[in-house]
């Protein structure tokens, strides 16, 4: 089975501090993505990365960062957290387009995040 | 540009009632594929099924079922028998292209509570 695994459940920070959300998987999937899931909005995509080093902004980059030094894990910065920022986050891979499961992403658990 | 509207924001049912989730697309892509995933109390979403445009044929899979017409431009998920387990956000998706990065649009999700 695919695992993606998120570091953390839950987490509690203060507003201006930095942030790291850490999420591993272990399919040597090539893509690896960051949502953010708020009521009544949906999936929201942050950034994507489809090769190390790599990384593209998705729909709602602003205040994010990301970093992609090893194929298995991809991180989500927030850089100076703010309020507007709490929210679940939701990282998933998938892996290249050949190959039968192609465009098939897997999610980890989230990671619910509260900046005070 | 890719959209996905699921226009039912929620839906309760008693156990043992059918009941389908619909969703509507909108893509200048001739191909591309079709996702539903379900997000359970849980928080991790999980993968359902994946539909290529070229493949019109309904699926079946236990007691849910997916009806994809292009005509319409709908991919409409039915549960049949429901049981309280089912209970959970369910997400269509539409990927950006087939073969490409696996860029996913989710629609907004409908939240379905099965009673007993």
């Known amino acids: 089975d695919v695992k993606v695994t998120q570091s953390s459940r839950y987490l509690v920070k203060r507003t201006g501090e930095k942030v790291f959300l850490e999420c591993v998987q272990d399919m040597d999937h090539e893509n690896m993505f960051w949502y953010r899931q708020d009521p009544g909005l949906g999936l929201r995509l942050i950034y994507f990365s489809y090769d190390v080093k790599m990384k593209e902004k998705g729909d709602i980059p602003e205040g994010y960062s990301v970093s992609r030094e090893k194929k298995e894990r991809f991180s989500l910065i927030l850089e100076s957290a703010s309020t507007n920022q709490t929210s679940m986050y939701l990282c998933?891979?998938?892996?290249?387009?050949?190959?039968?499961?192609?465009?098939?992403?897997?999610f980890g658990a989230g990671t619910r995040l509260s900046v005070l | 540009a890719q959209k996905v509207t699921q226009a039912q924001t929620e839906i309760s049912v008693v156990e043992k009632e059918d009941v389908t989730l619909d969703c509507v697309y909108e893509t200048r892509d001739t191909t591309y594929y079709l996702f539903w995933y379900k997000q359970p109390p849980s928080g991790e979403l999980v993968f359902l099924i994946r539909r290529n445009s070229f493949d019109e044929q309904n699926e079946i899979s236990g007691r849910y079922s997916w009806n994809f017409q292009k005509s319409t431009s709908s991919f409409n998920f039915t549960i049949t028998a429901s049981q309280v387990v089912d209970s959970a956000v369910y997400f269509c998706a539409l990927s950006e292209k087939a073969g490409a990065n696996s860029k996913l649009t989710f629609g907004k999700g409908i939240t379905l509570s099965v009673r007993p």
């Open positions: 998933a891979s998938s892996p290249s387009p050949k190959g039968l499961a192609k465009n098939i992403q897997y």
